[in-house]
T-cell receptor, first 113, second 113 residues
């Protein structure tokens, strides 16, 4: 399976509800990032959490990282229809140069008005 | 004032043709990337340049040749296009070769007929 697997693959909720997406990975990381992609658009960076951090907040976003389980979760609180998008986690390795992001397969979030 | 721009946005061409996609970033970043996103939205890195030097070259057919005339530009030339090359190609940039947040372009949807 791929580095950075998201779960679920698709999530449909009502406006105002919380949305939780999970990501698992296989190798040691320097950091883990979450990106959003609206239909037909490029990816937009949401949040970065370093390997020595356990939790991070940004507005309505809350990210957790458990390096012992090699997993992360993204929580979007009080969701809005505008949050409808694909969400990707991406892991960054520990290389000192030429570092790359390895993306998961994404979670398609649909927020119904 | 687009940070990372790509041209063209759409490219429809016949098998066997040669085509180029251009990318420019006005963020002053040192590192640029090309990614390929397939029909299942899986995003895979292809190449990365740091200050015009190739630092990442994934297992990509040698029909794909990146060129970086300066650190603000990274172009992708594809020879002898095949049906399987149909995908969305994203350019991205970041401050340095380490694993910080990346800024993505809007994508180029390539369709090979």
């Amino acid at each position: 399976s791929q580095q950075g697997e998201e779960d679920p693959q698709a999530l449909s909720i009502q406006e105002g509800e919380n949305a939780t997406m999970n990501c698992s990975y296989k190798t040691s990381i320097n950091n883990l990032q979450w990106y959003r992609q609206n239909s037909g658009r490029g990816l937009v960076h949401l949040i970065l959490i370093r390997s020595n951090e356990r939790e991070k907040h940004s507005g309505r976003l809350r990210v957790t990282l458990d390096t012992s389980k090699k997993s992360s979760s993204l929580l979007i609180t009080a969701s809005r229809a505008a949050d409808t998008a694909s969400y990707f986690c991406a892991t960054a390795g520990r290389e000192t140069s030429g570092s790359r992001l390895t993306f998961g397969e994404g979670t398609q979030l649909t927020v119904n008005p | 004032d687009t940070a990372v721009s790509q041209t063209p946005k759409y490219l429809v061409t016949q098998m066997g043709n040669d085509k180029s996609i251009k990318c420019e970033q006005n963020l002053g970043h040192d590192t640029m990337y090309w990614y390929k996103q397939d029909s299942k939205k899986f995003l895979k890195i292809m190449f990365s340049y740091n200050n015009k030097e190739l630092i990442i070259n994934e297992t990509v057919p040698n029909r794909f040749s990146p060129k970086s005339p300066d650190k603000a530009h990274l172009n992708l030339h594809i020879n002898s296009l095949e049906l399987g090359d149909s995908a969305v190609y994203f350019c991205a940039s970041t401050v340095g070769p380490a694993s910080g947040r990346q800024f993505f372009g809007p994508g180029t949807r390539l369709t090979v007929l």
